[in-house]
């Protein structure tokens, strides 16, 4: 049995969570680290509630949770949970979503790999585990850009880590003080691309992503899986106000200058494709398209934040 690592911090970010998630969560992460702390953007006290009145009469001396009254999105959630680790001096995070499980030892695998490419002089930025998805019991590719081109890489029992410009949020291990470096996440996105834009600007920064094969996350991509009409694929899709705030974002990072060009062009042809996708296979058409043209309206016009 590993020891619990007492220099890192989890945390992770609710939103009118279904606890029964929440709690195989909470559970799976209880032997891998000494502290968790919650970050809820519920706009009621519901998850105040049920988390005192489970975790607080638990044996869980380990666990907080910070409340706000608003929903302030993800990207401000995450930033107030690393300030709070930040000021009690713990030298790691790994953050969550709400409905994310991590294998047993995936902190271990994360912290591992993390303190061996320090070893070799890797200037590492944060490392992230392969996520599986239990809808379609697959893993999801690696992502990596080389010659504008997106390449998809699976893992192999040859390779331990990859090296991608950019993983997502949940599982994500990263050193405290790399964001004296890089900064906080852009709230302004408030969701979507929110991990891309962190990522990019790190790398920008002279910092690198890793995806660890050995380590392992059960993530849901979207609310449901559909299968691709043209190719034997499933993608993720997520409801019409999520379609905006990809749209827009995607928009919004085409206008900062520590994108890469390579980038823009390569997930502007993609983000064509996934606009006639949904406008074309995806009920409700006719809001989503709405939705998406909005998107792209707000992005060209500067807006951020939470859409109202």
């Known amino acids: 049995m590993m020891e619990k690592s007492d220099a890192t911090c989890a945390i992770v970010v609710t939103y009118q969570p279904d606890f029964g998630i929440l709690q195989q969560l ?3 992460l209880q032997p891998q680290l ?3 702390v919650i970050v809820d953007n519920t706009e009621s006290e519901l998850v105040k509630i049920w988390f005192e009145e489970t975790w607080q009469q638990a044996s869980f001396a380990s ?11 993800v990207a401000a959630a995450h930033n107030r949970g690393i300030c709070w680790a930040k000021a009690r001096h713990f030298e790691y995070v790994v953050l969550f979503d709400q409905d994310s499980l991590p294998a047993q030892d995936m902190i271990f695998s994360l912290l591992a790999a993390h303190r061996d490419l320090e070893t070799r002089g890797v200037p590492v930025c944060l490392v992230g585990p392969k996520y599986v998805d239990n ?15 997106m390449r998809r890489i699976n893992c192999s029992k040859e390779i331990e880590y990859h090296h991608v410009e950019y993983l997502i949020t949940s599982g994500s291990l990263i050193k405290v003080s ?3 470096t890089v900064g906080l996440f852009e709230a302004s996105l408030f969701i979507d691309y929110v991990d891309v834009e962190w990522g990019l600007r790190a790398n920008s920064c002279g910092l690198k992503s890793f995806g660890v094969c050995n380590a392992v996350l059960m993530h849901a991509m979207g609310d449901k899986m559909v299968k691709h009409p043209l190719r034997n694929a499933s993608l993720p899709l997520h409801s019409p106000l ?4 990809m749209f827009r974002n995607a928009i919004l990072l085409y206008r900062k200058s520590f994108i890469p060009w390579c980038w823009k062009m390569t997930d502007g042809w993609r983000l064509i494709l996934r ?3 949904y406008a074309v296979y995806s009920a409700p058409r006719w809001h989503r398209i709405q939705m998406m043209g909005r998107g792209v309206w707000h992005g060209l016009r500067g807006e951020t934040g939470r859409y109202h």
Not at 135 to 149: G, V
Request: hydrophobic share 45%; glycine share 2%.
């Open 275 to 277: 606009f006639i996708f």
């Open 242 to 245: 999520r379609n905006y705030y």
């Open 63 to 73: 666990f907080f949770f910070l409340h706000s009254d608003t929903n302030e999105g």
């Open 178 to 180: 790399v964001f004296d």
């Open 26 to 28: 909470l559970t799976a």
């Open 34 to 36: 000494e502290t968790v």
């Open 135 to 149: 809808r379609i019991n697959q893993a999801a590719s690696f992502i990596k850009f080389k010659n504008c081109w």
